[in-house]
């Protein structure tokens, strides 16, 4: 199975990929379009940062970054995911035509979010990652009781229990395992090794690994200096390949392009060796 690809569409200031440069309609949207040209399935479009000690913007301005882009890119025929924590975005969202609520908390910043999502059309979904604390203390949570993959599993299988009482149909469930959210690169290195121990829950599962810190640390210069967030790309394209072995549902990437080549590759390949 191929996976799908999320490009990302980061309406914000201080995203630590690409704060900053959509940040009015205009540019976000171009993005998006350009994304969806390049072969993306699925454009989530956020208005907030979820970088490491980010801060939040008000309600307000969340709502007014996102939602003239959401409008824009499904009048422009893509499938629009909205990365936000918030019911009162997640309702904004999906009322412009968005129909995927991307929420980094799984429900867990804001629990009316769930019942926005249970009263929400039937074919609307849902991504709940896994997630312990807002970006300015979730590496005061990095500590596990037992190896990283089996815990995380564990605490996702918990938000699918409050999604199932909140009234949200399995059908609608995708899990991402939260890579870079309350864990350290060593971490996020054995979670990948496992992911498997996430698809055991037996829902849908989305990745995203793109441009992420860890790998920056992986390929340091001798100083000890992270590898700059636009040059980790390779090192990226190996995760995709991994994970398109594992049968992921979905991966969230910032170049798609690049990803899509790669998925392409994996493809054409499977099919001499299968």
């Known amino acids: 199975m191929t996976p799908l690809v999320m490009g990302v569409v980061n309406v914000t200031p201080d995203s630590f990929s690409d704060g900053g440069l959509f940040l009015d309609?205009?540019?976000?949207?171009?993005?998006g379009r350009q994304l969806l040209a390049d072969g993306a399935d699925i454009l989530d479009v956020g208005g907030e940062s979820t970088r490491p000690g980010a801060t939040r913007p008000l309600v307000e301005e969340e709502l007014g970054r996102v939602v003239p882009v959401i409008e824009a890119l499904v009048a422009a025929?893509?499938?629009?995911?909205?990365?936000?924590?918030?019911a009162e975005v997640a309702a904004a969202a999906l009322a412009a035509g968005a129909r995927i609520v991307n929420d980094v908390s799984g429900g867990l910043a804001d629990p009316a979010i769930l019942g926005v999502v249970a009263d929400a059309d039937?074919?609307?979904?849902?991504?709940?990652?896994?997630?312990?604390?807002?970006?300015?203390?979730?590496?005061?949570?990095?500590?596990?009781?037992?190896?990283?993959?089996?815990?995380?599993?564990?605490?996702?299988r918990a938000r699918v229990d409050a999604l199932r009482a909140a009234g949200v149909d399995d059908a609608r469930i995708v899990l991402d395992p939260g890579l870079?959210?309350?864990?350290?690169?060593?971490?996020n290195w054995e979670l990948l090794g496992?992911?498997?121990?996430?698809?055991?829950?037996?829902?849908?599962?989305?990745?995203g690994a793109s441009r992420k810190r860890f790998l920056g640390e992986l390929l340091a210069a001798p100083d000890g200096t992270p590898r700059p967030v636009g040059e980790r790309e390779l090192a990226h394209a190996a995760?995709?390949?991994?994970?398109?072995?594992?049968g992921v549902w979905g991966v969230r990437v910032h170049d798609v392009r690049a990803a899509r080549d790669v998925l392409t590759a994996m493809e054409r390949l499977g099919r001499e060796t299968t």
């Open 77 to 86: 025929g893509a499938t629009v995911s909205v990365d936000t924590m918030r």
């Open 239 to 246: 995760i995709l390949a991994t994970l398109v072995l594992h």
């Open 25 to 31: 309609a205009e540019h976000a949207i171009a993005h």
């Open 122 to 156: 039937p074919e609307v979904s849902y991504v709940a990652m896994h997630w312990r604390a807002h970006s300015d203390r979730m590496h005061d949570f990095t500590s596990y009781d037992g190896p990283v993959a089996a815990v995380v599993a564990d605490e996702l």
């Open 194 to 207: 496992r992911i498997g121990l996430v698809q055991e829950l037996g829902f849908p599962v989305l990745v």
């Open 180 to 187: 870079g959210f309350a864990k350290t690169p060593q971490q």
